[in-house]
């Protein structure tokens, strides 16, 4: 007989081990995960500490590079270059500048304007030994020197713009300081293209001013070339609104920004930054501290304390005989109604000046007068200048009559301050004092040049002006047109010329006021054209991650 066999113990068993071998190939997978996962995220971590440090290293040139500009006005005269350790990581980086050109800049808010620009391509190396990782980034970094009359108005402190007539601003608008915009009623204040503020862009009147607020339109052009009003219900929008940064950003699809869109400052590449008359200071005060950043040492030819030189050949030769003799140049005195008191100029007859053989091979003049009492500088009969010309002033400058009107020339007047004449001004006294000002009449005067000066603060109820009234004026005006082409650029307070803007001895002209257009074009520029400098990061990329194999050796 056949015996059944019921006893199922050793199936058990071999169950039992199969699950037990299964958990374990189960277990060990999970194990060897678990390791995969921390040798991942270790070599992430290693990774992220070389990335790091290598965009440090970027990081690092950029920032020598631009204190080398703000130090020394000048590119750096040896490449940032180093090998040095971070962290145990060692980190290598080098820079290759490339050749300085011209062109169109694209990004950011001077997108648009012509510059000259220094490119500099950056590679940063960060190498972990103890983890043989390896991560190398490059970079491209740009210095954009922008020549400041591309600006149609700059104002290196607070800018106030009221009109009281129908304005349209054709040009780029920039404040280092806050930016306060209005029109009288019944009148619009209009832009064209992008206005910005290192401050903020507020409308109505700067505090202190004691003028009032109007409530006629201030349009600006969208990035789609339509006008959009500031104009918010009954309000406007402005850096007070609380949805400021949203609503303008759509409003104008960019071409407003201030300090919220994190608009930077734009400064002239001076010795020092903060004080932008030391470019219209003399090279040497008597001080024993010289300044470097003096339009003076740019100049062929240069009047100082009554003394006119020449450069020729490299050295200075005195030609105040002669420059007299021609009639080029003589001493005037009249009475400044704004200062209440005499200036006395330095009377420069362009024409006279074009033709004497002392008009400056490069275009830059420069003057300078310590002189008792008010001193100046006065140009006229300048309808035709001749060739570019630059006239830098540590005083302020007048002008008389038509300006650079016949074969127009580059032409800039860079001063403490500046005064528009008509070409029927009268030096006499009872012309100059006269408190009546309708007994100073003027004629209608065109004028083409770009300027930089100064003005006064907005304070203790005292109104600067504003831009309407940046350049000065002592004539009655009313009915006569200023007809004027340039740049507007407005850099320090005037230092020479201390007398507070009012109207009761002058009226405003009727203003046809325009940017020139030709100065978008880097060889219209006037000699010794002022640059505001940008530096531009164009980004970065990663160009290697690597690890190092160890290699292995038999024993």
């Given at each position: 007989?056949?015996?059944?066999?019921?006893?199922?113990?050793?199936?058990?068993?071999?169950?039992?081990?199969?699950?037990?071998?299964?958990?374990?190939?189960?277990?060990?997978?999970?194990?060897?995960?678990?390791?995969?996962?921390?040798?991942?995220?270790?070599?992430?971590?290693?990774?992220?500490?070389?990335?790091?440090?290598?965009?440090?290293?970027?990081?690092?040139?950029?920032?020598?590079?631009?204190?080398?500009?703000?130090?020394?006005?000048?590119?750096?005269?040896?490449?940032?270059?180093?090998?040095?350790?971070?962290?145990?990581?060692?980190?290598?980086?080098?820079?290759?500048?490339?050749?300085?050109?011209?062109?169109?800049?694209?990004?950011?808010?001077?997108?648009?304007m012509n510059a000259f620009v220094r490119p500099?391509?950056?590679?940063?190396?960060?190498?972990?030994?103890?983890?043989?990782?390896?991560?190398?980034?490059?970079?491209?970094?740009?210095?954009?020197?922008?020549?400041?009359?591309?600006?149609?108005?700059?104002?290196?402190?607070?800018?106030?713009?009221?009109?009281?007539?129908?304005?349209?601003?054709?040009?780029?608008?920039?404040?280092?300081?806050?930016?306060?915009?209005?029109?009288?009623?019944?009148?619009?204040?209009?832009?064209?293209?992008?206005?910005?503020?290192?401050?903020?862009?507020?409308?109505?009147?700067?505090?202190?001013?004691?003028?009032?607020?109007?409530?006629?339109?201030?349009?600006?052009?969208?990035?789609?070339?339509?006008?959009?009003?500031?104009?918010?219900?009954?309000?406007?929008?402005?850096?007070?609104?609380?949805?400021?940064?949203?609503?303008?950003?759509?409003?104008?699809?960019?071409?407003?920004?201030?300090?919220?869109?994190?608009?930077?400052?734009?400064?002239?590449?001076?010795?020092?930054?903060?004080?932008?008359?030391?470019?219209?200071?003399?090279?040497?005060?008597?001080?024993?501290?010289?300044?470097?950043?003096?339009?003076?040492?740019?100049?062929?030819?240069?009047?100082?304390?009554?003394?006119?030189?020449?450069?020729?050949?490299?050295?200075?030769?005195?030609?105040?005989?002669?420059?007299t003799t021609c009639g080029a140049l003589k001493?005037?005195?009249?009475?400044?109604?704004?200062?209440?008191?005499?200036?006395?100029?330095?009377?420069?007859?362009?024409?006279?000046?074009?033709?004497?053989?002392?008009?400056?091979?490069?275009?830059?003049?420069?003057?300078?007068?310590?002189?008792?009492?008010?001193?100046?500088?006065?140009?006229?009969?300048?309808?035709?200048?001749?060739?570019?010309?630059?006239?830098?002033?540590?005083?302020?400058?007048?002008?008389?009559?038509?300006?650079?009107?016949?074969?127009?020339?580059?032409?800039?007047?860079?001063?403490?301050?500046?005064?528009?004449?008509?070409?029927?001004?009268?030096?006499?006294?009872?012309?100059?004092?006269?408190?009546?000002?309708?007994?100073?009449?003027?004629?209608?005067?065109?004028?083409?040049?770009?300027?930089?000066?100064?003005?006064?603060?907005?304070?203790?109820?005292?109104?600067?002006?504003?831009?309407?009234?940046?350049?000065?004026?002592?004539?009655?005006?009313?009915?006569?047109?200023?007809?004027?082409?340039?740049?507007?650029?407005?850099?320090?307070?005037?230092?020479?010329?201390?007398?507070?803007?009012?109207?009761?001895?002058?009226?405003?002209?009727?203003?046809?006021?325009?940017?020139?257009?030709?100065?978008?074009?880097?060889?219209?520029?006037?000699?010794?054209?002022?640059?505001?400098?940008?530096?531009?990061?164009?980004?970065?990329?990663?160009?290697?991650?690597?690890?190092?194999?160890?290699?292995?050796?038999?024993?």
């Amino acid at each position: 007989m056949y015996t059944m066999l019921r006893n199922n113990r050793g199936i058990a068993l071999f169950v039992a081990l199969m699950l037990t071998l299964m958990l374990s190939i189960i277990g060990l997978g999970i194990i060897k995960s678990s390791n995969d996962e921390v040798a991942i995220a270790g070599n992430e971590l290693n990774e992220m500490k070389c990335f790091y440090a290598a965009e440090a290293g970027l990081d690092k040139v950029t920032s020598l590079i631009q204190s080398q500009y703000d130090t020394n006005e000048l590119p750096p005269t040896i490449s940032p270059a180093e090998t040095t350790s971070i962290g145990g990581i060692s980190l290598s980086y080098s820079t290759n500048p490339q050749a300085t050109t011209t062109r169109t800049l694209t990004k950011g808010t001077l997108a648009g304007m012509n510059a000259f620009v220094r490119p500099y391509q950056i590679l940063s190396t960060a190498y972990d030994s103890s983890h043989n990782t390896t991560v190398a980034l490059e970079e491209y970094f740009e210095v954009a020197s922008v020549p400041i009359f591309q600006f149609a108005i700059f104002y290196d402190n607070d800018l106030e713009i009221a009109p009281g007539a129908n304005m349209v601003v054709s040009g780029r608008v920039h404040s280092n300081g806050n930016l306060y915009l209005q029109s009288e009623s019944g009148v619009s204040l209009s832009f064209d293209s992008y206005i910005t503020a290192y401050g903020d862009i507020l409308h109505g009147r700067k505090p202190g001013s004691g003028m009032s607020v109007a409530n006629g339109d201030v349009l600006i052009k969208d990035i789609g070339g339509t006008y959009q009003s500031m104009k918010q219900g009954t309000g406007w929008l402005d850096a007070a609104d609380s949805y400021w940064y949203d609503t303008a950003a759509a409003r104008w699809g960019g071409r407003v920004q201030d300090a919220a869109f994190g608009q930077e400052r734009l400064t002239l590449p001076l010795e020092n930054p903060d004080d932008p008359h030391t470019l219209i200071d003399r090279y040497d005060d008597g001080s024993g501290t010289y300044n470097s950043s003096s339009m003076e040492l740019e100049a062929d030819l240069k009047i100082v304390d009554g003394v006119a030189l020449y450069k020729s050949g490299g050295s200075w030769i005195d030609v105040t005989s002669a420059l007299t003799t021609c009639g080029a140049l003589k001493t005037t005195t009249f009475y400044d109604i704004r200062e209440t008191q005499n200036a006395t100029v330095y009377d420069i007859d362009v024409a006279k000046l074009s033709t004497s053989g002392y008009f400056p091979p490069n275009g830059i003049m420069y003057t300078a007068d310590d002189g008792s009492g008010l001193r100046g500088t006065r140009l006229y009969n300048a309808t035709s200048i001749g060739a570019p010309f630059t006239l830098a002033s540590e005083n302020p400058v007048y002008t008389k009559g038509n300006i650079n009107t016949t074969s127009k020339q580059p032409m800039a007047i860079i001063a403490d301050a500046l005064t528009i004449l008509s070409g029927n001004w009268n030096d006499g006294t009872y012309y100059t004092t006269n408190t009546d000002k309708t007994k100073r009449v003027p004629t209608s005067t065109s004028a083409n040049f770009s300027y930089i000066t100064g003005n006064k603060n907005s304070a203790g109820s005292v109104y600067s002006g504003g831009l309407e009234n940046l350049p000065r004026f002592l004539e009655h005006w009313t009915g006569k047109t200023l007809t004027y082409r340039g740049s507007m650029i407005n850099m320090w307070l005037s230092e020479k010329t201390t007398g507070i803007w009012s109207g009761t001895y002058y009226s405003p002209p009727q203003r046809d006021w325009q940017f020139d257009t030709d100065l978008l074009d880097l060889t219209k520029l006037p000699p010794g054209t002022p640059t505001v400098r940008a530096f531009i990061r164009w980004g970065w990329k990663q160009v290697n991650v690597g690890y190092t194999v160890a290699t292995m050796t038999a024993e």
